[in-house]
């Protein structure tokens, strides 16, 4: 039962002990409102649900307010008081309770400009990324903002190898990615608590490239394996705790020229699998990246970037009682590519790209930075 519920209904349906029901969100105008429309009756802090973060409970503050005690009081000023007391220090040590769950790609993680032109037959790219990820504000699902200052960083090794088979076509490649991060990609959540360690790897077994002379192709699967630390209900995690199935599908144009100019659109979908100890499955996700560049020089490319990730589908599992609202974000910016080393034998890129996030739902807002360098043998 909510606030405007209990206010709404008449006197004769109040339940003998309503329990009031107060989302993240409610004020203590809410509690206020309530307590002068119903004098005689308690007043109950949210409880049950998958616990997100740290928080003080109402019920280690002020549990209920029944008829009996009420009379205690010497008027209602002092139960005003106390309520809103007591609910502005709960929010004090809990940012928000009723949360999201997402999937495991990051969006923007992996290259984009160019990105799917895959290395020449019997190479392997090895790249090492730093990511970077600093919010300021937490949006949630009715739009209404946080406080949320956070910075979060992780390290992730790529091992692409194209071989020399070729299938329906096209070149035969497979890649392995392996995390070290301070938190549980893709997104942090307010009350989360950073903690060093191996993150969830990326498995992408199967990768066709087509190539043309201009338009260059590709189709993958991947999936993210549970090998971070997890615990239900932490908030130090390093891992997600479920396995996720990754289809991408790939285009990139690169015009024959000296300084060529290049386009890329990529789209992937994420299909997560249930969290390990619950029923609780994440929504499914669609994610698209795009960039427009142009090489500027025979070692430098510049360009604009940006990506689009929404929840498709909803999150399932009587287990998860947060934010169900789908969340969505998005973020434009600009990459730079310079190619430090180019030898017969090897070659070395280094890449830089960052993004401003906007249009998000449910979800941190901030600026999300890459910084990678790229061997290719």
């Not at 209404?144 to 190898?161: E, M, S, Y």
């Not at 989360?192 to 990768?207: H, I, K, R, S, W």
């Not at 992937?268 to 499914?284: C, H, L, M, S, W």
Request: glycine share 10%.
């Amino acid at each position: 039962m909510t606030v405007d519920d209990l206010i709404n209904c008449g006197t004769e349906n109040k339940p003998n002990q309503p329990e009031l029901i107060l989302p993240a969100h409610e004020t203590a105008e809410h509690v206020m409102r309530f307590i002068n429309a119903n004098p005689a009756y308690s007043v109950t802090r949210m409880r049950g649900g998958r616990p997100r973060n740290k928080m003080i409970q109402w019920s280690s503050i002020v549990t209920e307010v029944s008829r009996q005690q009420q009379s205690s009081f010497r008027n209602r000023t002092e139960i005003l008081l106390l309520a809103a007391f007591a609910l502005q220090l709960s929010l004090a040590y809990s940012v928000s309770f009723a949360q999201t769950e997402y999937g495991q790609y990051p969006a923007g993680a992996f290259g984009q400009m160019k990105v799917a032109v895959l290395p020449p037959v019997e190479s392997t790219i090895v790249e090492n990324g730093t990511l970077i990820y600093r919010a300021n504000e937490f949006v949630e699902g009715n739009g209404n903002t946080i406080d949320f200052d956070t910075n979060v960083v992780a390290n992730r090794t790529l091992i692409l190898r194209t071989t020399g088979l070729e299938l329906l076509g096209a070149d035969y490649a497979y890649a392995l990615a392996v995390p070290i991060g301070n938190f549980a990609a893709p997104r942090p959540l307010p009350g989360d608590e950073t903690a060093l360690g191996l993150g969830d790897v990326y498995l992408q077994p199967f990768t066709l490239g087509w190539h043309g002379l201009e338009w260059h192709t590709t189709a993958a699967y991947g999936l993210f394996a549970p090998t971070g630390r997890f615990t239900n209900g932490a908030r130090d995690n390093t891992g997600r705790g479920f396995w996720s199935h990754l289809l991408t599908l790939g285009i990139t144009y690169l015009e024959q020229d000296n300084q060529p100019w290049n386009f890329t659109l990529q789209g992937r979908y994420e299909i997560p699998t249930k969290i390990d100890g619950t029923d609780i499955v994440p929504g499914n996700a669609f994610i698209v990246e795009y960039s427009v560049g142009k090489s500027v020089s025979d070692t430098l490319d510049l360009g604009l970037v940006g990506y689009a990730s929404r929840q498709t589908t909803d999150i399932t599992g009587g287990d998860f009682q947060g934010d169900s609202t789908r969340y969505q974000y998005y973020g434009t910016g600009v990459e730079l590519q310079y190619q430090a080393i180019s030898k017969p034998t090897w070659s070395m890129l280094i890449s830089f790209r960052t993004y401003i996030e906007y249009n998000v739902i449910n979800a941190p807002r901030g600026n999300f930075s890459v910084i990678s360098f790229a061997f290719a043998v």
